[in-house]
């Protein structure tokens, strides 16, 4: 299992509290030092089964700065996948990956699943 987070948000730290106080064995990896790749979101998006949209960080302030509520409606999805690929900013966190299946954000329903 792939955690991926950004070590100083707040609710990425308490989806590893709760991955850890559940027993999760999980590889860790920030989103800052190690952005997603284009192929990677590709995959993560096919599997997710969620809107294109839901994989950008929508309250961080380079998609602000970048006005990308405007611009994504008019992007394809190749365009966008390449650019949540050109910064770790721009994604989503956390994100968990496992064989067949990946969550976008914490909501500990939705985790509570995957026991």
Do not use: H
Not at 27 to 50: F, H
Not at 59 to 81: C, N, W
Not at 82 to 107: C, H, S, W, Y
């Amino acid at each position: 299992m792939l955690f991926i987070c950004y070590p100083r948000c707040t609710t990425c730290k308490k989806a590893q509290k709760w991955l850890d106080d559940n027993g999760f064995k999980y590889e860790l990896r920030d989103i800052k030092e190690n952005n997603p790749t284009y192929e990677e979101l590709k995959t993560w998006y096919a599997k997710s089964g969620l809107p294109l949209k839901k994989f950008f960080n929508t309250s961080g302030l380079l998609y602000k700065s970048m006005e990308l509520k405007d611009k994504l409606p008019t992007m394809t999805e190749d365009e966008q996948l390449k650019l949540l690929a050109t910064d770790g900013m721009l994604v989503k966190r956390p994100i968990l990956v496992n064989e067949d299946k990946v969550l976008v954000g914490f909501k500990e329903a939705d985790w509570e699943k995957q026991k």
